[in-house]
């Protein structure tokens, strides 16, 4: 996933040239390159770069695949202060076996993943089982949000200031993050499971924010 800057990059005897453009992540959408298991990948900037790299394990090999600003999908998800916009990166429509990654974008003062919800019970379709981490960015930089990882039986609750550049890994639990007043916050979401396929389950204590 390109955050900013071009490259070219070879993968799977593939070449890709001029992958990027945007100045930051807050510029325009994302250019993606899933890269199947077993092949070499080769980046070679053409103007500074920030890229992330996301990786589960995979059982079967598969075909490179270049994801174009285009064929990102945008959801508006929610309203009022937990109003944010989404946008599937790699998802079904990429053969990429276990992973999915996207990006959210929440305006200033505004909750993302809410109602808090959570996908660690695979019990589809109520909910779905995948681990994801999430890698934060703050426009301007000198922000910070908020985010929680807790449980039912609150054997997990932990609350973290996060901040331009850091990085959450949530194994379990509801997952709510809230930005600062000001500040825009986004992050990248990588999730990998069981399934690609996508259930979370709302904490049904904040549910009913759904039908206000």
């Known amino acids: 996933m390109f955050l900013s800057g071009i490259a070219a990059v070879a993968v799977g005897g593939r070449a890709f040239h001029d992958?990027?453009?945007?100045?930051?992540?807050?510029?325009?959408?994302?250019?993606?390159?899933?890269?199947?298991r077993h092949n070499t990948v080769v980046v070679t900037a053409r103007t500074p770069v920030v890229a992330a790299v996301a990786s589960a394990p995979?059982?079967?090999d598969g075909k490179p695949h270049l994801v174009s600003p285009g064929a990102n999908r945008l959801r508006r998800v929610g309203r009022d202060n937990w109003y944010r916009e989404v946008f599937d990166v790699i998802d079904e429509r990429v053969a990429a076996e276990c992973l999915v990654v996207g990006e959210t974008i929440s305006p200033p003062g505004h909750w993302s993943s809410y109602p808090p919800h959570?996908?660690?019970?695979?019990?589809?379709?109520?909910?779905?089982?995948?681990?994801?981490v999430y890698f934060y960015q703050v426009d301007p930089e000198a922000g910070f949000g908020v985010q929680r990882i807790?449980?039912?039986d609150r054997t997990l609750d932990e609350t973290y200031t996060v901040a331009h550049n850091d990085a959450v890994?949530?194994?379990?639990?509801?997952h709510p993050v809230a930005a600062a007043p000001g500040y825009r916050l986004y992050y990248l979401w990588i999730l990998a499971g069981k399934s690609r396929a996508?259930?979370?389950?709302?904490?049904p204590v904040h549910a009913w924010?759904?039908?206000v």
């Open 150 to 152: 807790y449980t039912d």
């Open 19 to 36: 992958v990027g453009g945007r100045t930051s992540v807050f510029d325009g959408r994302a250019w993606a390159i899933y890269a199947p």
């Open 58 to 60: 995979a059982a079967r």
């Open 118 to 132: 959570k996908h660690d019970v695979h019990t589809p379709p109520v909910e779905s089982a995948q681990e994801e």
């Open 198 to 203: 996508l259930h979370p389950h709302d904490d």
């Open 169 to 174: 890994a949530i194994p379990r639990g509801y």
């Open 209 to 211: 924010v759904k039908q």
